[in-house]
């Protein structure tokens, strides 16, 4: 009886082992049959190729992304896109499973977008290169920078362009194979942007601009107001600037004919409810009025027509006068280069009397500044009644705060130890006492735009 039970367990050990090899016979092949050279699986590199994820391998094998899995097809598995791998994973033809770290980043520009398509500099001038690369995937390599003409513009590896010549050329962006440009122009009928404003520049002569000079600066002062943005604040600003800091000259004042002065008889012209005069005093064109090639876009005269600069007669003087603006001539000029026309409204503080002073809230400058309501591209005004801002017949626009001052552009007249279309700069003391009203643009402008505090 015991050698029966014997031979019975036998039986049964031998039919269990049978069962644990037809189970697990890929263990015992690996175990015993696979031969002892055989190499595992083995990554040698991660590329990005076109839009596909590149595995190399030192063999063929099933190679596993997530949930996807692929053949190699010559030692390269090949996956769509992903922006990060973390690991894969292989299996080669005995079964052998590997995992595989990776921690590898990858990005694919679609686009390098520069903001400007073409940059305006004066010679000397330096700027720096803004764009948005538009990328799958993080983006650690920098952008090339490549002048076309080094002796127009150079540029830095870090986009920094300097104008050392004049004339034209590109400056070309490229990352990974895409390529953008920038076509950068570089004149000298505009000066490099100051840190501080000059009041003293030279007044503007009469008819040194020929037509050509006259269509180049037009596209100058149009291209700083779209970048800083047409119909707003930003773009008012930027108008301002151009004129009182990039143009080379100042424009004189010229107490206008028309409106208030406009005479009975031939020359006397209505415009918006009021008496208006064209280009003498005020200029209700866009672009600036500096040849006689913009005498078509006057269309009312009394004594010109004549580019600023040039020398006409000038009713309130009763004497020839180097054409120009008035205060609110200046201040209406400003916002219609950015696409505003406030109408033919003067300066002053008058009951039931439209003016420049009601295109806004009107608050006391000390309190608009202590509630912080005071903004670049805001109107100043005096009062009408003490000796801030003369009496309150002028109307000016801050341009600029920066590290305690305020920079103010106005048109100055005669006696005022200041004289034409200027940038002054005031302290905080000075601004307060000088502009004794604020008038908050917020409504009027109805967008900001690109607005910076300072120009520098």
């Known amino acids: ?212 000079e006259n269509d180049f600066l037009d596209e100058i002062l149009k291209n700083r107001v779209e970048d800083a943005g047409y119909k707003t604040r930003a773009g008012a600003v930027a108008a301002a600037r151009f004129l009182g800091l990039e143009f080379p000259y100042r424009i004189g004042y010229f107490s206008e004919n028309g409106r208030l002065y406009a005479v009975d008889g031939e020359g006397r012209y209505y415009h918006e409810g009021l008496y208006a005069v064209d280009g003498e005093g005020r200029y209700y064109h866009e672009g600036l009025y500096l040849n006689k090639s913009r005498y078509e876009n006057i269309s009312s005269t009394m004594y010109g027509p004549g580019p600023w600069g040039c020398y006409i007669y000038s009713v309130p003087t009763e004497k020839e006068v180097a054409n120009g603006l008035d205060c609110s001539g200046f201040i209406t000029w400003i916002l219609k280069q950015a696409g505003y026309d406030p109408g033919d409204i003067g300066a002053g503080i008058s009951e039931g009397y439209e003016d420049m002073t009601d295109l806004g809230t009107r608050t006391r400058l000390p309190e608009a500044l202590a509630d912080g309501r005071v903004k670049v591209g805001d109107l100043l005004s005096g009062d009408g009644e003490t000796d801030h801002a003369y009496y309150g017949g002028h109307i000016a626009m801050l341009v600029g705060m920066h590290d305690g001052y305020y920079y103010v552009a106005e048109e100055m007249w005669f006696g005022t130890g200041y004289f034409g279309a200027i940038i002054r700069t005031y302290s905080e003391d000075r601004f307060k006492y000088y502009f004794y009203w604020h008038i908050a643009m917020d409504d009027f402008y109805g967008s900001d735009g690109e607005l910076t505090d300072y120009w520098k």
């Open 1 to 212: 009886m015991k050698r029966r039970c014997k031979i019975k367990i036998s039986r049964l050990l031998l039919l269990a082992l049978i069962v644990f090899v037809i189970l697990d016979w890929k263990s015992l092949y690996r175990t015993f049959i696979l031969p002892a050279t055989t190499d595992e699986i083995e990554v040698l590199d991660v590329y990005l190729f076109g839009e596909k994820i590149a595995i190399y391998l030192n063999d063929d094998a099933e190679c596993i992304l997530d949930d996807t899995t692929v053949k190699s097809d010559n030692k390269i598995c090949v996956f769509d896109f992903k922006n990060k791998i973390n690991k894969i994973y292989t299996i080669d033809k005995f079964e052998r499973k590997k995992t595989h770290i990776i921690n590898e980043e990858f990005s694919i520009v679609d686009e390098i977008n520069p903001y400007e398509s073409t940059i305006y500099l004066a010679l000397y001038a330096e700027d720096k290169l803004d764009y948005k690369v538009v990328s799958r995937g993080d983006v650690h390599e920098k952008l090339v920078f490549e002048s076309e003409d080094e002796d127009v513009v150079k540029v830095d590896e870090y986009g920094n362009i300097k104008a050392v010549g004049i004339g034209e050329t590109n400056i070309k962006l490229k990352l990974r194979g895409i390529e953008s440009s920038v076509k950068v122009i570089v004149t000298d009928l505009i000066i490099p942007m100051p840190d501080e404003p000059d009041v003293q520049k030279e007044l503007l002569p009469c008819g040194i601009y020929s037509e050509k």
